[in-house]
């Protein structure tokens, strides 16, 4: 018996902790953009630090979310329009 209720709280204990894990995984969801135009000498990966998900989240998915707003890939010129994601990180 005391077997069995060892068994049970490890896994209660694991689907507790596989429920957090997915959780954090989720990706926020996108509440709006910001407009940024492009400067001499831009990264995208330096406009994505202006995003409010910046630290928060992986900086890569930051990058294809804004690549896919934009319409762009990696390589940007001056004048370009990028959209910054706004993260709904609450």
Same mark, same amino acid.
């Given at each position: 018996?005391?077997?069995?209720?060892?068994?049970? !709280?490890? @896994? +209660?204990?694991?689907?507790?902790?596989?429920?957090?894990?997915?959780? /954090?995984?989720?990706?926020? %969801?996108?509440?709006?953009?910001?407009?940024?135009?492009?400067?001499?000498?831009?990264? !995208?990966? @330096? +406009?994505?630090?202006?995003?409010?998900?910046?630290?928060?989240?992986? /900086?890569?998915?930051?990058? %294809?979310?804004?690549?896919?707003?934009?319409?762009?890939?990696?390589?940007?010129?001056?004048?370009?329009? +990028?959209?910054?994601?706004?993260?709904?990180?609450?």
């Amino acid at each position: 018996m005391k077997k069995f209720i060892t068994m049970c !709280l490890v @896994a +209660i204990l694991v689907v507790g902790l596989f429920a957090i894990c997915v959780n /954090a995984m989720k990706k926020p %969801d996108i509440v709006g953009y910001d407009t940024y135009v492009v400067r001499s000498g831009d990264t !995208l990966w @330096a +406009i994505a630090q202006e995003s409010n998900g910046w630290n928060k989240m992986d /900086a890569y998915e930051i990058i %294809d979310d804004m690549e896919e707003a934009s319409d762009c890939t990696a390589l940007i010129h001056p004048g370009d329009i +990028i959209y910054i994601p706004i993260y709904d990180l609450d």
